[in-house]
């Protein structure tokens, strides 16, 4: 797909020359996407304003890349999902043969999800580790001063004993080797998931509170509940299953004969 053509079909273009209202409108939309209503028709929506994002802002710190692509890889299992809200209980029967193939192809698709992932941070370790700065340890020290992405002055004086010790040698080893361990965690026992989760988690808390990376370190995390958390355990909001008066959909997929 050439440039012009993703330029000419950004959301943008609905709002020439008032990006503050496409602000708004994208928030108030993304509420909607959170909110479950029709999966089938705003996992369309989420793709399109993400991949609108990623080719059209001007200041991008990786995150808007990573949530194209993600949310292109999911869209099989949104187009699938035929129910009002995504906290409903599926419409199909489950047992039929439509149900079974809606459960394979989610399977599918998770799992290449994860394979994604543990390319992304697979990748970003194997390439640190052949610069010296990373090698040696002392590469966080030297990212920190960087005048546009580095930490503030005032987190400097806060930090300034701890980047200038011995100690830096081990946080910036300790980024590298969570990220190893991220690349490869799919390959431990399930019942281990939780502990790579965890750890993700926390390496991107960090990067945001530290360098401001929101948008990149919240998507990432929401990659890592997506591909950490297995799907026989998928995130139970039993509050709002009750809201809607129905069972939850994870009681249904341990229930049915794919599992």
């Given at each position: ?15 020439p020359n008032h990006l503050e209202v ?167 026992p399930r019942n281990r998931w939780k ?47 009750k809201w809607f008066n129905r069972k ?12």
């Amino acid at each position: 797909m050439s440039q012009n053509l993703v330029r000419k079909i950004s959301f943008f273009n609905l709002f020439p020359n008032h990006l503050e209202v496409a602000r708004w409108v994208i928030v108030i939309v993304m509420l909607i996407v959170m909110s479950g209503w029709r999966p089938r028709i705003t996992g369309i929506i989420h793709f399109w304003i993400a991949c609108s994002v990623f080719n059209s802002a001007v200041l991008l710190d990786g995150g808007e890349q990573v949530l194209t692509v993600m949310t292109l890889i999911l869209l099989p299992i949104t187009l699938l999902d035929d129910r009002k809200w995504h906290w409903s209980k599926p419409e199909t029967k489950a047992g039929s043969a439509a149900y079974l193939y809606k459960v394979m192809a989610a399977h599918i698709v998770i799992n290449f999800a994860r394979l994604q992932l543990s390319i992304l941070y697979g990748q970003a370790a194997i390439q640190r580790l052949k610069n010296p700065e990373w090698v040696d340890g002392t590469a966080v020290y030297y990212f920190f001063q960087m005048p546009m992405l580095g930490i503030t002055d005032t987190m400097k004086a806060l930090l300034n004993q701890i980047l200038t010790s011995p100690f830096v040698f081990f946080i910036t080893w300790g980024v590298t080797i969570v990220e190893l361990f991220l690349a490869f965690g799919f390959l431990a026992p399930r019942n281990r998931w939780k502990y790579f989760l965890a750890s993700g988690v926390f390496l991107h808390l960090g990067i945001a509170v530290l360098l401001g990376l929101w948008t990149f370190s919240l998507t990432m995390i929401a990659c890592l509940i997506v591909s950490y958390v297995p799907e026989e355990k998928m995130l139970e909001l039993k509050w709002l299953s009750k809201w809607f008066n129905r069972k939850d959909v994870s009681t249904e997929l341990q229930n049915s004969p794919a599992q």
